[in-house]
């Protein structure tokens, strides 16, 4: 069993840096934050290290990474790649110093690593698989742990909302509960928003626009972030306001970055987003993904192509039916 094989490789090894990918959301941070936890609650003596960027956010709740991490450290560590399916998306690309290294990811199957590969795109979140390997091997948890599994399950699965959420899923979700996890505490950090971001939020909800074949979508300038005073992050992840309108099958927020570039997310209802962000340079999930275009102009045509998306299975609909 997996699970028991990569257990075992923690169980050899005396050092331990754990990557996963940059920009951290809930699921990454908590399943970085929860492994160590785990591993240095199972295993006082082993020196385990958390590699990447200090997420401002996560880091509240969770703590810091090391971002005094050496060379040397990593060199002689095995290597933990957390929720990510290809290498360029990992936070601090000095992984590739060590020569053990293990990925353990729920994302669709992009690249190898070079090392042993868990990839299990039917778990709702890495924390969930965390979660699976802690119980499949008799782990202690303690509520730290729980606490910050629990949250990439719950942050992933948008509260046990989006269609992936399984029984394993819920299953898990309990077992976690049942280690103490601070509810109250992790849900009145998950829900707070700021003025500015309801604000924004509102202005989204009233300003969207919808393609002809039933894309909504939001173009988010340099000047309306700066009007809002919102980061070029929480624009883009701001795309759940637009979810569940009716006869809306896919709906996408594009958000211009410092740099110029347009950062893009994407959700739909059924359709395979992903194919399109693929198709430019990004990547993800079946119904949530994103990637990250040079200009408004190539914004534009990927835009086109959700329509075309949306018009081709409208068409391929009324054929069967
Ligand atoms: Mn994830």
Same mark, same amino acid.
């Given at each position: 069993?997996?699970?028991k094989?990569?257990?075992q +490789?923690?169980?050899?090894? +005396?050092s331990?840096? %754990?990557?996963?990918?940059?920009? =951290?959301?809930?699921?990454?941070?908590?399943?970085?934050?929860?492994?160590?936890?785990?591993?240095?609650?199972?295993? =006082?003596?082993?020196?385990?290290?958390?590699?990447?960027e %200090?997420?401002?956010? !996560?880091s509240?709740?969770?703590g810091?990474?090391?971002?005094? /991490?050496s060379?040397?450290?990593i060199?002689?560590?095995?290597?933990?790649? *957390?929720d990510?399916?290809?290498k360029?998306?990992?936070?601090?690309?000095?992984?590739?110093?060590?020569?053990?290294?293990?990925k353990?990811?729920?994302?669709?199957?992009?690249?190898?690593?070079?090392?042993?590969?868990?990839?299990?795109?039917?778990?709702?979140?890495?924390?969930?698989?965390?979660?699976?390997m802690?119980?499949?091997?008799?782990?202690?948890?303690?509520?730290?742990?729980?606490?910050? &599994?629990?949250?990439?399950?719950?942050?992933?699965?948008?509260?046990? /909302?989006f269609?992936?959420?399984? #029984?394993?899923?819920?299953?898990?979700?309990?077992? $976690?509960?049942?280690?103490?996890?601070?509810?109250?505490? &992790?849900?009145?950090?998950?829900?707070?928003?700021?003025e500015?971001?309801?604000r924004?939020?509102?202005?989204?909800?009233?300003?969207?626009?919808?393609?002809?074949?039933?894309?909504?979508?939001?173009?988010?300038t340099?000047? $309306?972030?700066?009007?809002?005073? %919102?980061?070029?992050?929480y624009?883009a992840?701001?795309?759940?306001?637009?979810?569940?309108? +009716?006869?809306?099958?896919i709906?996408?927020f594009?958000?211009?970055?410092?740099?110029?570039?347009?950062?893009?997310?994407?959700?739909?209802? #059924?359709?395979?987003?992903?194919?399109?962000?693929?198709?430019?340079?990004?990547?993800?999930?079946? *119904?949530?993904?994103?990637?990250?275009? =040079?200009? !408004?102009?190539?914004a534009?045509? /990927? /835009?086109k192509? $959700?329509?075309?998306?949306?018009?081709?299975?409208?068409?391929?609909?009324?054929a069967?039916?």
């Open positions: 069993m997996i699970t094989k990569i257990w +490789e923690i169980r050899k090894a +005396e331990i840096v %754990i990557f996963r990918h940059i920009k =951290p959301d809930g699921d990454a941070y908590g399943a970085q934050m929860g492994l160590k936890e785990l591993i240095t609650f199972n295993f =006082p003596t082993k020196k385990v290290y958390c590699a990447g %200090i997420s401002s956010h !996560w509240k709740i969770m810091d990474t090391d971002t005094d /991490l060379d040397e450290i060199k002689q560590s095995l290597v933990i790649i *957390l990510v399916a290809n360029a998306r990992i936070d601090d690309q000095r992984f590739l110093f060590s020569s053990k290294i293990i353990i990811d729920h994302h669709i199957f992009v690249e190898e690593f070079g090392g042993i590969e868990w990839v299990d795109t039917s778990s709702m979140a890495t924390c969930e698989m965390i979660t699976k802690a119980f499949d091997n008799n782990a202690k948890i303690n509520s730290k742990a729980a606490t910050n &599994l629990y949250c990439g399950i719950i942050t992933d699965s948008g509260r046990f /909302l269609s992936n959420t399984t #029984a394993q899923t819920l299953i898990y979700a309990a077992k $976690l509960i049942d280690k103490g996890v601070d509810i109250n505490n &992790l849900y009145s950090f998950i829900y707070e928003n700021t500015k971001e309801v924004f939020k509102g202005y989204c909800q009233l300003n969207y626009k919808t393609t002809e074949h039933g894309v909504a979508y939001m173009f988010i340099s000047e $309306l972030r700066k009007q809002f005073n %919102i980061n070029e992050n624009g992840g701001s795309v759940n306001v637009l979810s569940n309108i +009716e006869g809306v099958n709906h996408v594009f958000s211009e970055k410092e740099d110029g570039k347009v950062k893009v997310e994407l959700r739909s209802k #059924a359709l395979p987003v992903n194919i399109i962000a693929t198709k430019y340079g990004g990547g993800g999930h079946k *119904l949530a993904s994103g990637a990250i275009v =040079p200009s !408004w102009e190539i534009e045509q /990927l /835009l192509d $959700l329509d075309d998306l949306c018009k081709e299975s409208a068409e391929h609909y009324e069967i039916f």
